[in-house]
């Protein structure tokens, strides 16, 4: 008992606190510190339970708060500063399962000055979080993460802007109702400077980036400990310059180096990977006159295969990659012309000339597009555009390729539509002995429905592949509808997704049209999902909410299947008076992953007590 007469006492001073004098205002210490605080105070009784925590039952309190304020002056110092302690969905609009707390905090200095600069931090503990799947919702996750950032300008004038910036961050979770975990931390630094001399706009950068992470060995099909760690640099300077007929050159020059660590601590397995990759460009265009437009690009990589997969690595990839080729180059010339027919009807043709050496293989050839589009809306409703390419090299002539875009927007009575249609059918790729077909599509309906309702129906698509590779298709489909009523909305969704993925350590991500990945770094998936939710204000100042959300989804490394399943639930309801509002909320969470070999994890939580927002000052 003696442990709970404080607690009651705090949930006394909750309800009873609008009686007293509220406090007003900004508050000064001294005669340059000005600050300004206001948040919310929870208190009441809460219940926890289920498979994968232990029961717990008790008074509970926790809050926000958001602090603010300035030094001397704002364009001196100014700062934000937002705490949170146990905060849930069953007690508060945080979205997270669990009791979360932490920080979010930042500071700005010398604020339009000549030396501008921030610095920021954040953490959170016992949150939740999500590890990705495409085309469905993600796994979810319990941990804990942090992250700093600081940055700083000098912009002097007739002097070279310099900027620069480096931020940390790093996390580990485990995934919900398993013993798996993931961990990641990630290091970046960014240099920039701008200079303009002789008609020049210059620039240069310099990004400096590390990414390591430990991954859930049921996606990555290995067992233990799976590891994956990569870092680069990248140095690169451009310049634009005008030229005469309304035109401009543009030069850019990157080089850029990427080494990577991959394996498993269980059987000592590791590889590692590392390229360096210089990359050239020089883009001029032309306006000799208002409808005639003239352009020449000229591009050339001598890395191949390090341009085609540090994009995938420096987003966390755990890949693992081998390097098939020490020599691997592409070179590119195109030219072209585009012209305006009439207000509406334009029209572009570009040539493109291609040399490239990859796979212990030289290739060249060229290509031919021409494209054809209307700007104005035909029948008041849509718009088009077309574009057929041929294709030549060594291996075939005459290979026609086609792009097809089609728009359209009509609004009639209390009707709105909206949506488009792209097909693409042998569309070249950056290696030139491959091509991709796609087509994507989105419809969007919206109906008023008089005395203030209204209700919108949203479906959209894409489907995508390589055209010589089989098995390599990645396709979702998605809809969603949601209808809005003076005191009720409700709001519906479903979506699927289905296709190869590569493993990253934010979770499993689409796989980008690129062939040559080996099979040992492609996970397959297939999922699908569905939810609703609705929100109630039968009286004034009462509100009654409950979503649930349902998620399916089958998982195939090179060497492990997973059948995963995720529901949740969650319902609130408040009934707000003055300063003080009555809360209840319950949440009821079930996640299964068969390949963790546990069974699914469940848990259940609710809350009834009083919330009270405060202006401390």
């Given at each position: ?6 607690h ?5 001073l909750?309800?009873?606190g609008p ?31 289920g498979?994968?925590?232990?029961s717990?039952?008790?008074?509970d309190?926790?809050?926000?708060a958001?602090?603010?304020?300035s ?14 302690y ?8 945080f ?7 932490g ?7 010398f ?28 796994f979810?996750?319990?941990?804990t993460?942090?992250g700093?950032?600081?940055?700083w ?28 975990e ?10 920039r ?5 002789a008609?020049?706009r210059?620039?240069a ?6 990414i ?5 060995s049921f ?17 690169g300077?451009?310049?634009?310059h ?57 591009s ?8 085609l ?6 987003s966390?990839?755990g ?6 080729d ?18 509406n ?8 000339y ?11 050839g060229?290509?031919?597009?021409g494209?054809?589009?209307y ?27 086609f ?20 097909y ?14 796609y087509?994507?599509y989105?419809?969007?309906v ?34 969603s509808t949601?209808l ?56 004034p ?8 959300s349902?998620a ?13 399943q ?24 079930k ?5 963790a ?6 848990q ?14």
């Open positions: 008992m003696k442990r709970i007469v404080p009651a006492a705090c949930l006394l909750l309800v009873l009686l007293g004098p509220a406090i007003h205002g900004q508050v000064q210490v001294g005669d340059q510190l000005r600050m300004n605080m206001n948040g919310l105070l929870t208190g009441g009784y809460t219940g926890s339970y498979d994968s925590v232990p717990n039952h008790s008074l309190f926790g809050g926000d958001h602090l603010s304020g030094y001397y002056n704002p364009n001196f110092l100014n700062f934000t500063v937002d705490p949170y146990d905060q849930s969905r069953a007690n508060s609009s979205q997270s399962l669990t009791g979360s707390s920080v979010n905090a930042s500071a700005n200095f604020s339009g000055s000549r030396f501008p600069g921030y610095v920021s931090y954040n953490y959170t503990r016992d949150s939740t979080g999500t590890f990705g799947l495409p085309g469905s919702p993600n979810t996750t319990i941990g993460g942090q700093f950032g600081i940055g300008s000098a912009l002097l004038p007739d002097w070279p802007t310099f900027s620069a910036s480096y931020s940390q961050g790093s996390g580990n979770g485990t995934l919900f109702g398993t013993k798996e993931s961990n990641s931390s990630t290091h970046t630094l960014n240099l400077s701008s200079y303009q001399m008609g020049w210059l620039s950068l310099y990004t400096h980036l590390n390591s992470s430990d991954l859930p996606l990555s099909g290995e067992q233990g400990n799976n590891f994956s760690s990569s870092g680069g640099n990248s140095f300077v451009n310049g634009i005008n030229l005469p007929w309304h035109g401009s050159i543009a030069l850019s020059f990157n080089h850029s180096s990427y080494s990577g660590d991959y394996g498993s601590t269980l059987d000592q397995t590791k590889g590692t990977t590392d390229y360096t990759t210089n990359t050239e460009t020089a883009n001029a265009s032309f306006h000799p006159t208002v409808k005639l437009g003239l352009f020449v690009n000229q050339y990589t001598d890395n191949l295969n390090g341009f997969y540090q994009g995938i690595i420096n966390g990839g890949v693992p990659l081998v390097q098939v020490s020599h691997s180059d592409s070179s590119t010339i195109a030219a072209g012309a585009n012209y305006s027919f009439t207000k009807l334009y029209g572009q043709a570009q040539i493109t291609y040399d490239q050496s990859y796979f212990g293989q030289n290739y060249n060229s290509y031919l597009t494209t054809v589009g700007g104005k809306r035909i029948l008041n409703t849509f718009t088009v555009s077309a574009s057929v390419i041929e294709s030549s090299n060594k291996f075939a002539n005459n290979s026609l390729g792009i097809g875009n089609l728009n359209g927007y009509r609004h009639f009575g209390l009707w709105e539509l909206s949506g488009g249609v792209s693409a059918q042998n569309v070249q790729t950056l290696l030139v002995t491959y091509t991709t077909s087509y994507n989105n419809l969007n919206h109906r008023r429905l008089g005395r203030g309702m209204q209700w919108t129906g949203a479906f959209n698509g894409n489907h995508s592949g390589l055209s010589q590779v089989a098995g390599t298709v990645n396709s979702s489909a998605g809809f949601s809005a009523m003076r005191r009720l909305t409700f709001n519906a969704n479903y979506v699927q997704g289905t296709g190869q993925s590569v493993l990253t350590s934010t979770g499993i991500q689409p796989l980008p049209t690129t062939p040559g990945l080996p099979p040992e770094g492609i996970i397959v998936y297939n999922g699908k999902s569905y939810g609703a939710g609705i929100a109630l204000t039968p009286i100042r009462l509100t009654i909410s409950g979503n649930y349902h399916m989804s089958d998982t195939l490394s090179s060497t492990t299947f997973s059948k995963n995720t529901d949740i639930f969650y319902s609130q309801m408040q009934y707000r008076l003055r300063k003080v509002s009555v809360l209840a909320g319950y949440t009821k969470f996640q299964g992953i068969s390949a070999g546990t069974p699914p994890g469940s259940y939580s609710f809350f009834v007590g009083v919330t009270r927002w405060f202006n401390f000052f």
